[in-house]
């Protein structure tokens, strides 16, 4: 069974630091992963998705990394802003073995930047 | 501007009574996913639909819970009796099948706003 951990679950910057947050899973027989972010009272938005056979993805600020073989992701937020605080979750797409992938979701990771 | 479109956004009850959450799923979207997400046990998948026919419903309590989409603009998530246990927010999500993919994975679907169910 695929367990999707992201740490740490809570996270508090200033305004203009660069920071790093984790995803962990681990069965790596995965097809992608994406990151999402989740503002207070809102559904997800994603933010990057990156496939098995990719090793980043950027968009902007944001940088996020795969390294299936240690089962982990980092998505990079780089220069933090007031506007990027808000939960941040990984899912993990697992590889198509007939009928339904039950895609995983971290547990979030609450961030805050400060002004 | 395409969203999908869950109502109520908040919903107060007493326990045993019937609760019905309603969504709109993008237009021309044929796939969609109900979703329950609490402090203890993050995201879960409840049920998913594709054409309006469900295809899997495992991670519902078949006791109380019911999901149907009566037509493509519209799916329901039912709760009857409802418990204390149930309080949690309720996602909505759709998205678009690839004929050669089968079912879009959640992480490739749009969601909702959410509706926050509170059971006292």
């Known amino acids: 069974k695929q367990e999707v951990t992201q740490i740490p679950a809570a996270l508090s910057v200033p305004e203009g630091e660069n920071l790093v947050l984790n995803c962990s899973f681990t069965?790596?027989?995965?097809?992608?992963l994406q990151w999402f972010r989740q503002d207070p009272g809102k559904g997800l938005t994603s933010l990057l998705l990156?496939?098995?056979?990719?090793r980043e993805q950027t968009s902007g600020r944001l940088n996020a990394s795969l390294d299936k073989s240690s089962g982990r992701s980092t998505l990079y937020i780089a220069a933090s802003q007031p506007g990027d605080s808000a939960t941040y979750l990984c899912?993990?797409?697992?590889?198509?073995?007939?009928?339904?992938?039950?895609?995983?979701f971290g547990t979030g990771t609450k961030l805050q930047v400060i002004p | 501007d395409a969203r999908v479109t869950q109502t109520p956004r908040h919903k107060v009850t007493e326990m045993g009574q019937e609760v019905t959450m309603r969504c709109q799923p993008i237009?021309?979207?044929?796939?969609v996913f109900w979703y329950r997400q609490t402090m203890m046990q993050g995201l879960e998948l409840l049920a998913y639909f594709r054409n309006r026919a469900p295809l899997d419903d495992s991670g519902m309590p078949k006791d109380r819970f019911s999901a149907e989409m009566p037509d493509a603009t519209l799916a329901t998530l039912k709760i009857q009796p409802s418990e204390p246990r149930d309080s949690a927010v309720y996602f909505c999500a759709s998205g678009l099948a690839k004929p050669w993919e089968g079912v879009p994975a959640p992480t490739e679907a749009f969601f909702g706003q959410g509706t926050r169910l509170t059971v006292v």
């Open positions: 069965d790596s027989a995965i097809y992608n």
């Open positions: 237009l021309g979207h044929n796939t």
């Open positions: 990156i496939q098995s056979s990719q």
């Open positions: 899912a993990v797409r697992p590889v198509y073995s007939g009928g339904y992938q039950k895609v995983t």
